[in-house]
């Protein structure tokens, strides 16, 4: 038994059904705001100079901030999330999808707070940021937090869809029919892309002997596209055969039900009264050797019948 399925026991009934859902829920109230007064939502973001600084709930209340704005087209996508996020569940299981996206959730954090210890031990001060964009340091870090958002996890929602339904045909841009294991390899190309575009420029400032505020931005993105993701890479690694496929799921619900349908037959019957061992629990019922095939006699008759012979 893996280490998650040993988990599922122990903790399964902790786990929140349709995730999704209350994911988006979030999103709700975050777009609220942000018709509301759009500024407060600073007061929201995964920011680790603020957490540090007092502000802890920001810990759980970056996951209400959107990942973009808000209009039909982003309407379409969160409808989209929702019916492939759910799909994975069931496909998953409610646990193994809880841990999943909470990981990714998790790891987003941690990569916040790597990239605020690597500004200190670099030398990350108020005089750079004046000197270089006009903005004080606490106005700069609220800048790298808009990069730790729950974009790239909703991503991952997409490429664990991929790898579980390969075969299902979408319609990008509602027009042209594609198989999304064919979407799930674009996003990854083009999240690879940026990712070591990012990395080419943090190792570049790295060689340059110096790190400027702008290095810093693109370290905060290749930070947010590598931890945000590194669930689907550890999960996926780790614990992919241990997934149920759709024909997989498909032939367990058809051996569940064949074995409901087999203890259905399977009950007690007397041949000779036929009573059964569900209308009387008391009676005891055997097969009887002697006769031509699989008799079954109740206590009253199993000594008293006449064999059956063929």
Request: hydrophobic share 45%; glycine share 6%.
């Amino acid at each position: 038994m893996s280490w998650l399925s040993k988990m599922e026991r122990k903790y399964g009934k902790y786990a929140i059904s349709n995730l999704t859902l209350y994911l988006i829920v979030c999103y709700a109230f975050g777009y609220v705001i942000q018709l509301i007064n759009p500024g407060f939502l600073n007061y929201l973001t995964l920011n680790p100079y603020e957490i540090c600084h007092g502000q802890v709930w920001r810990i759980v209340t970056w996951v209400l901030i959107p990942p973009e704005s808000l209009d039909f087209f982003t309407l379409i996508m969160l409808y989209f999330y929702y019916s492939i996020g759910t799909s994975v569940e069931r496909a998953w299981g409610t646990f193994r999808y809880n841990v999943y996206l909470f990981s990714g959730m998790i790891f987003t954090i941690v990569g916040a707070f790597l990239l605020y210890l690597i500004c200190i031990f670099t030398g990350l001060n108020e005089t750079m940021t004046v000197m270089e964009l006009g903005v004080n340091l606490a106005s700069f870090y609220s800048v790298l937090a808009r990069y730790f958002s729950t974009y790239y996890v909703c991503m991952s929602i997409i490429l664990a869809f991929a790898m579980t339904f390969p075969e299902v045909q979408v319609l990008l841009m509602f027009i042209i029919p594609i198989k999304i294991k064919v979407l799930g390899i674009i996003y990854a190309v083009i999240l690879g892309l940026q990712f070591l575009g990012s990395f080419r420029a943090v190792l570049a400032g790295v060689l340059a002997g110096g790190a400027t505020v702008l290095w810093y931005c693109t370290a905060a993105d290749c930070i947010a596209i590598l931890f945000s993701l590194f669930s689907a890479i550890i999960f996926f690694v780790t614990t992919r055969k241990s997934f149920r496929t759709p024909t997989q799921i498909k032939r367990q619900n058809a051996y569940k039900k064949q074995t409901v349908k087999i203890q259905k037959i399977a009950k007690h019957k007397c041949a000779i009264c036929g009573r059964t061992g569900d209308e009387y629990p008391e009676l005891e019922f055997r097969f009887c050797s002697k006769c031509d095939g699989n008799y079954e006699y109740c206590s009253d008759h199993l000594f008293t019948h006449t064999h059956i012979k063929k």
